[in-house]
């Protein structure tokens, strides 16, 4: 099992910083959170960009996915989230990183038409995507928070351009069982994102294993060669507590549900 946490538990910080980070507590990948706030986005430039890989790569960590903000099942025309996918996928193919992170976001809509704009907007995102080696990835989310609901719209995608990010807390959120969630994105699932909560009422981010999380079950059905994300949810609850010192103790817990799973 390969390990790596998310920017989005660092808000602001420097890329270096964060790469030190992941170097030095054994996480061998970031997820970096693409908004303008944060040190690389899909508006940087090819210096940035360039730089950042090199810091990067010094540090001997790679660059898991690219978490983006668009919305492709959201109301609205097409081209502006095509747009914004596009600009995604080809900072993940400058850093280098294998996955870009979409998010459904059509609460507002009826299933059916919500799906429809998912399945149409990643049909037509996916093969640019596919031509620079990165996968675009559909976190199990709002509108889409269960591994059933995600799965609907990839089956009717079906290209491998296009596959599942299971964040385990909303699928939990969504009613369905880890096995539940693994088996609906069997053939769609890029990696993985852990994080623990009090309960599903108060949902100020925890240390891993703090919590009431069935991140035994989940971390037991992720595939032995693949990532394990810890998405620490800082930039939304600047009261929890600071995530560096925790680094450690997350992936020793990590490491240790793997060890426990490998040996049942």
Known sequence: MRYAFSTLGLPGTPLERSAALAAAHGYQGLELRAHPEEPLHPGSSAADR??????????????LGVAGYAQVAAAGADEPVLTEIHALVRLAADLEAPYVR????????PPAAADAHAVRRLRAAAPFAEQHGVRILLETHDSHRTGAATARVLDRVGHPGAGALWDVLHTWLGGETSAESVR??????????????????ELTPLGLGAGAL?????????PEQGWLCWEYEKRWYPGAAELPGQL????EHLEALTRAASAG
């Open 50 to 63: 360039a730089a950042g890989l090199r810091t990067l790569a010094s540090a001997g960590v790679t660059v």
């Open 184 to 201: 609906a994105l069997a053939g769609h699932l890029g990696y993985t994102q852990v994080k623990d909560v009090r309960s599903a009422q």
């Open 248 to 251: 450690a103790r997350g992936r």
């Open 214 to 222: 069935p991140l035994a079950e989940a971390v037991a059905l992720v």
């Open 102 to 109: 979409v998010f459904p976001g059509g609460g507002e809509l």
